[in-house]
């Protein structure tokens, strides 16, 4: 059996969503110590529906895959389901990944989460 699933190698060949939102709402970034990858996530956010997401990985295939999926996923949602994305969700989505590779849609979520955090944050402030 190959080791990637055929929606895993499209999203890493051809991945979604990737670049920078200058004006983001909410933005970021999280890294997993142990493989040096690094994740960065950018929201648009209108009337809590994420109008735009983008993000930029600099990590292996699994995590481009799972960051592409990621956002394909809350891309127009309201940011309440957004909230509730797991990494499960994103690698079964992809049709699985391998185990030692759950770690990377782990990511995803975090980086997904801690925007969402940044952008709460970023809306009390200014209220
Ligand atoms: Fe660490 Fe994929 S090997 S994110």
Redesign the pocket.
Request: net charge positive; hydrophobic share 15%; with cysteine.
């Given at each position: 059996m190959a080791l990637y699933s055929e929606k895993v190698m499209e999203h890493f060949l051809n991945p979604q969503n990737v670049g920078v939102i200058e004006d983001a709402d909410g933005v970021g970034e999280v890294g997993?110590a142990?493989?040096g990858?690094i994740m960065k996530m950018y929201l648009k956010i209108d009337n809590e529906v994420i109008s735009d997401v983008k993000f930029e990985t600099f990590?292996?295939a699994?995590?481009i895959a799972s960051s592409s999926m990621a956002t394909e996923m809350i891309k127009g949602k309201p940011v309440a389901e957004a909230m509730l994305l797991t990494n499960k969700a994103v690698a079964e989505a992809l049709d699985g990944l391998p185990p030692h590779?759950m770690?990377?849609s782990v990511?995803a979520e975090e980086a997904i989460q801690s925007a969402l955090e940044d952008y709460e944050n970023k809306k009390t402030k200014s209220e």
């Open positions: 997993n142990k493989c990858d990590g292996c699994s995590a590779k770690h990377c990511l």
